[in-house]
């Protein structure tokens, strides 16, 4: 099984044509959608969880969530005790 990370930006092509300078429009028009990706790709690699939605790839927080799991060994007890020391907030 594997994730990819695909969406596409689109500009409007008579806006960019009238803009003068198509390259550096598309830039500026496509950099909040390529900052989202990044945001998308980061909040995965940690949170991924592919029971909650398998389009995703699993992230390193479900893989190494329990210290009684095959791979309990490799998970570094900080001596947290409730579920806010591995969850993100918000």
């Given at each position: 099984?594997?994730?990819?990370?695909?969406?596409?930006?689109?500009?409007?092509?008579l806006?960019?044509?009238l803009?003068?300078?198509?390259?550096?429009?598309?830039?500026?028009?496509?950099?909040?959608?390529?900052e989202?990706?990044?945001?998308?790709?980061?909040?995965?690699?940690?949170y991924?969880?592919?029971?909650?939605?398998?389009?995703?790839?699993?992230?390193?927080?479900?893989?190494?969530?329990?210290?009684?799991?095959?791979?309990?060994?490799?998970?570094?007890?900080?001596?947290?005790?409730?579920?806010?020391?591995?969850?993100?907030?918000?």
């Amino acid at each position: 099984m594997s994730a990819t990370l695909r969406p596409r930006g689109q500009i409007d092509v008579l806006v960019a044509r009238l803009n003068g300078n198509s390259a550096a429009f598309r830039l500026s028009e496509n950099v909040p959608h390529m900052e989202s990706m990044n945001q998308t790709l980061a909040e995965t690699i940690f949170y991924g969880n592919t029971s909650l939605d398998p389009e995703k790839f699993m992230g390193v927080a479900p893989r190494f969530s329990s210290l009684s799991a095959a791979n309990g060994t490799n998970i570094v007890n900080a001596g947290g005790t409730t579920e806010t020391t591995t969850r993100r907030s918000g």
